[in-house]
């Protein structure tokens, strides 16, 4: 399973996530996650469909199928739960 997060320099839900993302990645090592800027990675924007719904969060399984989509601020324990039921993907 691999995570892609995006967000913006502008985007108020996106300094409150960033916080918690580190946590999360601190204490689950194995897991991938990369960020992407809105306003600079317009390609991965692009084609992963990504509009102003700030931050978002593309769940994909190890053969880089889409499985879930979040967007705005996510509770850390929700986040966690979701990454547990799904790190094998």
Not at 5 to 18: I, N, P
Not at 67 to 82: A, Q, S, Y
Request: charged share 35%.
């Amino acid at each position: 399973m691999k995570i892609l997060k995006f967000g913006a320099v502008w985007c108020s839900g996106c300094l409150v996530m960033r916080p918690r993302w580190q946590e999360i990645e601190k204490e689950m090592p194995e897991l991938k996650t990369e960020y992407y800027d809105f306003d600079k990675d317009k390609e991965m924007v692009t084609s992963h469909k990504i509009d102003e719904k700030l931050p978002a969060f593309v769940f994909l399984d190890n053969a880089g199928n889409e499985f879930l989509r979040l967007t705005g601020e996510v509770d850390k324990e929700v986040l966690v739960k979701i990454i547990k039921e799904n790190i094998t993907k």
